[in-house]
């Protein structure tokens, strides 16, 4: 027995509710109700009244019919079956007013959970219709608008301010701030400039670009998202997997109790073949557990359309309940914890030179790089307003850093062991100590040199996330008992890192292999772990976690397809969202079961003793399914609010 209660609705998200078929028939189905009830009243004929009655379930069935016949034909015995016979056994003995009475308040109620049902799904292909479906493209230097799916890689498109962005790709001229939280959530505008991606359906600000195509309409990441997501409703939680096995053992039950009930309230309690058929469709419908079916997967398909309408991609139910069991969370350090890139700390003037002069050489030596070290000079150069020296003859030397020509004199960059040799001037001493100092302390130093003499150094380090430590104790707060550390980075660095921010546990110095043992490690002392990772080179254990969960999935198809949970911005501020939501999802589907089970307990002993009537048995059945969907829905509202 299933319940067939998506009963193959439409896919429009703009579908109006009065063309949902079960609407319609229980509109139609009550109006001939009441008119069959209010005709013997005003002096109509029995005929006239039954044939308002006979029309009612007309109404009322047909579209019940239809999808009971289809279900049989593939040899499945659904709700929908169940009550088509309770609604003919009425009518076979003669009560048509209890027939129609079934028939529309069945058809109300599965166009009820219909509509909520919808609502659920609209919110996640609502994502899908944000992409424009043309794009001002720029072809030999003449602008003319073309549909999105006939643009190519490398084609180049205008957009104007407070236009939505019809492509994934790459700003080649201009720059703005654009709006991106359709696909990462981030409520404040990202500014972007030449070289920066952006993505489909995100809205420009009030600049002019022009963006170079990376990606073909069909790959954009906020197809891939909106697909991966429909995708994931077919990807069952443990509840849901569990309350389907529980129904294919219950229903034979169920349906074997009912020709056991009529022959014994008729041999046992003297009831007639009506009184007691009736009572036995009472207790039928009661005991179908249709609310208990569907409690997990509107639960589910709520939960997921709220994650990814919040910049979290959650792919599937048996991903959003498992996160909910999650105790302990495992965290790779770099482009984690840190931002993945390292940042300008500190700059070191030698005796007559100041910390202008020392970024002036180092960005004009630096500004064709592409190394990281190098970038972050440029960066801290940009924003400090230094203009880089004039300089020629720049040459890299390998291993070691750059070098070229300020005037007359050769000016380098590169580690405190270029020099001293090779025609480097030496360090002198106080600078020395100084070096040493900020290495000692986990920094990465480049020295800067003017003919033969030292300009200064520069310390960079990879640079923590914002509010990171706020993060972490709001994981603490959602009752996360462990946080860890896995890393290949050395043990000091770590430690270093790990001390200040409330993380339990470090494991440094590990090879992927580590990690994944790591993992399992953990996993056997406290069950369920997630890992956080970049989603590529943490990808084993990634796969090994309870719940593997990728930073920045809008940079890398690995994660995408590699993770469980995608955050799509480079935003760790998400993962509690991610986790309070799978938190949230599960008391949900657990009230749901309560409430769907609580009803059938009590309708089952209530209809066969007859305190309970067939119609009104229809009444808490439908009524309770309706309260789960709508009590699913309120996950679409769910906020960290903390």
């Not at 003995?93 to 166009?111: D, K, M, P, R, V």
């Not at 073309?146 to 790709?169: K, M, Q």
């Not at 590699?562 to 799509?568: R, T």
Request: some cysteine.
């Amino acid at each position: 027995m299933s319940c067939n209660h998506n009963h193959e609705r439409s896919q429009s998200s703009s579908r109006s509710p009065f063309c949902d078929p079960d609407l319609l028939s229980a509109i139609a189905c009550g109006a001939l109700l009441l008119a069959g009830v209010v005709a013997p009243r005003i002096g109509a004929s029995d005929l006239t009244a039954h044939s308002f009655l006979w029309a009612s379930c007309a109404a009322g069935g047909w579209h019940v019919t239809i999808r009971s016949m289809s279900q049989l034909l593939r040899l499945q015995l659904d709700v929908d079956l169940l009550m088509l016979v309770a609604a003919v056994g009425a009518g076979i003995i003669n009560q048509w007013a209890e027939s129609a009475i079934l028939l529309f308040l069945f058809s109300l109620g599965h166009g009820l959970e219909g509509l909520a049902t919808d609502r659920a799904r609209n919110a996640i292909r609502a994502l899908g219709t944000l992409a424009p479906k043309v794009a001002r493209v720029v072809r030999g230097g003449i602008e003319q608008e073309l549909s999105v799916d006939a643009l190519a890689i490398g084609d180049l498109v205008r957009v104007l301010p407070g236009e939505r962005i019809a492509v994934d790709g790459e700003v080649r001229e201009g720059e703005s701030a654009v709006d991106q939280s359709p696909i990462t959530g981030e409520s404040v505008p990202v500014h972007k400039v030449i070289g920066s991606s952006v993505y489909a359906g995100t809205v420009n600000g009030d600049g002019l670009i022009l963006v170079t195509t990376t990606r073909l309409a069909s790959q954009t990441t906020m197809a891939r998202m909106v697909k991966l997501v429909e995708e994931s409703q077919a990807n069952k939680g443990r509840t849901q997997r569990m309350t389907e096995k529980f129904t294919r053992i219950y229903t034979p039950i169920v349906l074997a109790s009912v020709p056991t009930l009529i022959i014994v309230l008729m041999n046992f309690f003297g009831m007639t073949f009506a009184e007691s058929f009736l009572r036995a469709m009472a207790v039928l419908v009661g005991a179908s557990p249709c609310a208990l079916v569907i409690s997990t997967p509107s639960a589910v398909l709520a939960g997921i359309a709220q994650a990814a309408r919040s910049g979290v991609l959650i792919k599937g139910g048996m991903h959003l309940e498992s996160l909910g069991t999650v105790r302990v969370v495992a965290f790779d350090k770099t482009g984690t914890v840190t931002q993945g890139r390292p940042e300008v700390t500190d700059l070191v003037a030698s005796d007559g030179f100041n910390e202008q002069d020392v970024l002036a050489i180092a960005s004009a030596l630096d500004r064709h790089s592409s190394h990281p070290l190098a970038m972050a000079v440029t960066r801290r150069a940009v924003q400090d307003g230094i203009d880089a020296v004039a300089i020629e003859s720049i040459r890299a030397l390998p291993g070691r850093g750059v070098e070229g020509m300020v005037g007359n004199e050769r000016a380098l960059i590169a580690g405190p062991r270029a020099f001293g040799r090779d025609g480097a001037p030496e360090i002198p001493g106080a600078m020395r100590e100084r070096v040493a100092h900020l290495e000692g302390i986990s920094k990465t130093v480049s020295v800067v040199s003017l003919g033969n003499r030292v300009v200064g150094a520069i310390a960079m380090s990879d640079q923590l996330r914002p509010d990171v430590a706020r993060i972490f104790a709001r994981l603490k707060q959602l009752g996360i008992a462990r946080l860890v550390m896995l890393t290949g980075d050395n043990a000091r660095v770590a430690s270093t890192i790990a001390r200040p921010l409330g993380i339990d546990e470090v494991k440094a110095e590990l090879l992927p292999e580590d990690k994944i043992a790591e993992v399992r490690a953990l996993m056997a002392k406290w069950g369920s772990v997630a890992m956080v990772g970049d989603g590529v080179n943490d990808a084993p254990a990634l796969a090994t976690a309870t719940v593997g969960i990728a930073m920045g999935a809008t940079g890398t198809d690995v994660a995408l397809e590699a993770a469980d949970v995608a955050l799509m911005a480079d935003d760790l501020s998400k993962l509690p969202f991610a986790v309070g939501l799978s938190r949230r999802a599960r008391r949900t589907i657990k009230q749901n079961v309560v409430i769907s089970l609580g009803v059938v307990g009590m309708l089952v002993p209530f209809a066969t003793l007859g305190i309970v009537p067939l119609s009104w048995a229809v009444v808490l059945h439908e009524g309770s399914t309706v309260v789960v969907a709508f009590n699913a829905l309120r996950l679409l509202r769910y906020r960290d609010t903390k």
